[in-house]
């Protein structure tokens, strides 16, 4: 893979091209995965809130990702965003940090933060920084360095910002948001939004009134409505992914093989039903 070759004019170039720049669908991330070595496994999930494609570096970037794109209040979601190399390099001066060059050269790094978010609250919204790293590189000096300076810019800057760790990610709740993630979309299901709709409400109805496994019910339900197998699972969901429909607790794996009342809330969620794309 031919990484980015950095320099001064490819810095000033992505400035000018926009990256690190905007908000929502609109933002360009500063890096991409195509530009730098990846830790483990890179994604690049189609955002819920965002409606672009994310660029993560590790899995555990995406499940954290997975998180705030569950999180209702946090309303924007800016991956690998830059920080100002003129405040990151006089701090680090301050500070008696060595400013990080890239690879092979004398160009000082622009430095990035994993998240920026844009969260909702009463009084309106605010801005939260967080950093996402193994919990087995904490102990590396180096590293640590580099998250005092980090830190040291948000805090300049008034922006709340805090480590986030591998330590922290559940892992149940990680495999049952990374099952939905994908069917937030009505454009994976084979059929008109009205009669989405009208699928959905029938298959609450089956659901809230049955005592047999979810796969049972979905079969029986395909079976009555004379339905492709596995149509069922797919609206099942679409339907948890846009809350249309609750599980008892995200913390205990979604298990088909068991019975409904022990995986979903059968208390009913009043909304209109219809496509939010």
Not at 83 to 97: F, V
């Amino acid at each position: 893979m031919g990484y980015k070759k950095w320099s001064e004019k490819t810095i000033e170039k992505m400035i000018k091209n926009g990256c690190g720049s905007g908000t929502g669908q609109e933002y360009t991330p500063w890096i991409h995965i195509k530009d730098v070595p990846s830790e483990g496994k890179s994604n690049r999930p189609l955002g819920w809130k965002t409606n672009r494609t994310h660029q993560f570096l590790s899995n555990l970037e995406f499940f954290v990702f997975l998180g705030y794109e569950w999180t209702d209040n946090i309303v924007d979601i800016r991956e690998q965003f830059p920080l100002d190399r003129n405040k990151t390099m006089e701090l680090a001066e301050k500070l008696s940090i060595k400013h990080s060059v890239y690879l092979g050269t004398d160009v000082n790094v622009v430095m990035t933060t994993d998240f920026l978010l844009t969260v909702k609250t009463e009084s309106g919204s605010k801005l939260i920084a967080r950093s996402v790293k193994p919990s087995d590189k904490m102990s590396d000096r180096r590293t640590i360095e580099k998250l005092q300076l980090e830190k040291a810019y948000w805090e300049k800057q008034g922006i709340d910002w805090r480590i986030i760790t591998n330590k922290e990610i559940d892992e149940k709740i990680k495999k049952n948001m990374n099952w939905l993630h994908n069917h937030k979309s009505s454009r994976g299901l084979p059929f008109k939004p009205e009669m989405i709709s009208l699928l959905i409400n029938e298959l609450k109805t089956f659901l809230y009134n049955s005592n047999e496994t979810l796969l049972d019910c979905f079969a029986r339900f395909e079976s009555h409505y004379n339905l492709p197998g596995g149509t069922a699972i797919l609206l099942f969901r679409y339907t948890l992914a846009n809350k249309k429909m609750k599980v008892k607790d995200m913390f205990v794996p979604i298990d088909l093989t068991k019975e409904i009342i022990k995986i979903l809330d059968v208390t009913r969620v009043d909304e209109q039903e219809g496509d939010r794309d």
